[in-house]
């Protein structure tokens, strides 16, 4: 069973924190990913990673840096948190290729105040 | 353009009634994948199939039913007798290529509500 893990299910910061989240895969997958989703624009990629230290920008990559130094994890750093970016951010990960099924963690709801 | 349309926002039925959700996609690829997820209030998006463009047979499991038609571009997803446990959002989502890169493009989502 693949298993995709994310360090919060909820999170309250304050505007201009410094706000990491973490998903972790056990499944030796290439590729990780992360979302943001929101009423009404459904689901929007943030940025994905194909492999480790390598990184692509997503759809909608401003106001987010990601980092992953290892295989199976796969940081969302908010370098200085708005409110706009109160959200719900799902991570998920797949096999080798980019059209491997995507298989997603529980989500972090965060709210920023 | 890769796009995904959901046309219906919410669906409610009666417990043991069947239900059909729709999907239709627009792609210029000839090779692509589309998928169906759920996702139950708590969150997470559960992964329920992936079939490829070459692949135009029905798929069966269980309950749950995908049509998958080229002609129309579409791939409709349905639920012999609902059960409340199927309440949830469901997403259609199609990979292809945008700027240079596969991608998921998913659906809006299809809320659907299994009253007892």
């Known amino acids: 069973d693949v298993k995709v893990t994310q360090s919060s299910r909820y999170l309250v910061k304050r505007t201009g924190e410094k706000v990491f989240l973490e998903c972790v895969q056990d499944m030796d997958h290439e590729n990780m990913f992360w979302y943001r989703q929101d009423p009404g624009l459904g689901l929007r990629l943030i940025y994905f990673s194909y492999d480790v230290k390598m990184k692509e920008k997503g759809d909608i990559p401003e106001g987010y840096s990601v980092s992953r130094e290892k295989k199976e994890r796969f940081s969302l750093i908010l370098e200085s948190a708005s409110t706009n970016q109160t959200s719900m951010y799902l991570c998920?990960?797949?096999?080798?290729?980019?059209?491997?099924?995507?298989?997603f963690g529980p989500g972090t709801r965060l709210t920023v105040l | 353009a890769q796009k995904v349309t959901q046309a219906q926002t919410e669906i409610s039925v009666v417990e043991k009634e069947d239900v059909t959700l729709d999907c239709v996609y627009e792609?210029?690829?000839?090779?692509?994948?589309l998928f169906w997820y759920k996702q139950p209030p708590s969150g997470e998006l559960v992964f329920l199939i992936r079939?490829?463009?070459?692949?135009?047979q029905n798929e069966i499991s269980g309950r749950y039913s995908w049509n998958f038609q080229k002609s129309t571009s579409s791939f409709n997803f349905t639920i012999t007798a609902s059960q409340v446990v199927d309440s949830a959002v469901y997403f259609c989502?199609?990979?292809?290529?945008?700027?240079?890169?596969?991608?998921?493009?998913f659906g809006q989502g299809t809320r659907l509500t299994i009253n007892p």
């Open positions: 998920a990960s797949s096999f080798q290729t980019l059209t491997d099924t995507q298989y």
């Open positions: 792609t210029r690829d000839t090779t692509y994948y």
């Open positions: 079939r490829n463009s070459f692949d135009e």
């Open positions: 989502a199609l990979s292809g290529l945008i700027q240079g890169a596969q991608k998921l493009v």
